[in-house]
């Protein structure tokens, strides 16, 4: 097994200190709700919200497409709902990677019935190729190629997480 790097960990670093500052930026004076989507978004929500200067609450909800493997299925299940209530906040969704779109429109169509005060979508990946539904990413940390990648919270088959770097997997 071999990987090919396709974001090192200081192209990463910068990048996402610039999108916690371009979101400070717009969010001034304001507290930004962050939601983790699991699992594939911690390692950018931990790095993100640091990099953040203005403050913020996190709650984490976990989602699976049915069925394994490299491809969502188009069936979206909630598998942990979130803690608190959006009502009221200015709300991120985090999420490792925009692919077809259709985890985040299933997402957004759930958060906006809870009445958040404002709803944006912040993905460390980007797939533009491979997009079947219409999909708003507001913060985008890098577009990538349609390769299956791994590292930097994303897994194949819940392997490669760890990894701080982005890589594709080369047998
Ligand atoms: P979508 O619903 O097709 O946009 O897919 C979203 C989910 O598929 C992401 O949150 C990832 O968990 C997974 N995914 C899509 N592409 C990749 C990839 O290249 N590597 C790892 N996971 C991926
Ligand atoms: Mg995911």
Wanted: include cysteine; charged fraction near 25%.
């Amino acid at each position: 097994m071999a990987f090919e790097t396709l974001l090192t960990e200081e192209q990463i670093a910068e990048r996402v200190k610039e999108i916690g500052q371009e979101i400070s930026a717009d969010y001034a004076g304001r507290t930004v709700h962050l939601i983790c989507v699991l699992k594939g978004a911690y390692t950018f929500l931990a790095d993100l919200a640091r990099a953040m200067s203005v403050p913020v609450t996190i709650d984490f909800l976990a989602v699976s497409s049915y069925g394994k493997g490299k491809t969502s299925s188009g069936e979206v299940q909630l598998t942990k709902d979130l803690d608190v209530s959006l009502s009221g906040r200015d709300v991120i969704v985090v999420e490792d990677i925009a692919d077809t779109g259709i985890t985040l429109s299933y997402l957004l169509a759930m958060l906006e019935s809870r009445q958040p005060k404002s709803l944006k979508v912040a993905a460390f990946l980007s797939k533009p190729s491979r997009r079947e539904v219409e999909v708003p990413v507001d913060y985008v940390g890098f577009e990538v190629p349609d390769r299956f990648v791994v590292g930097y919270g994303l897994d194949d088959d819940q392997r490669y997480r760890e990894l701080p770097y982005v890589a594709v997997v080369v047998d």
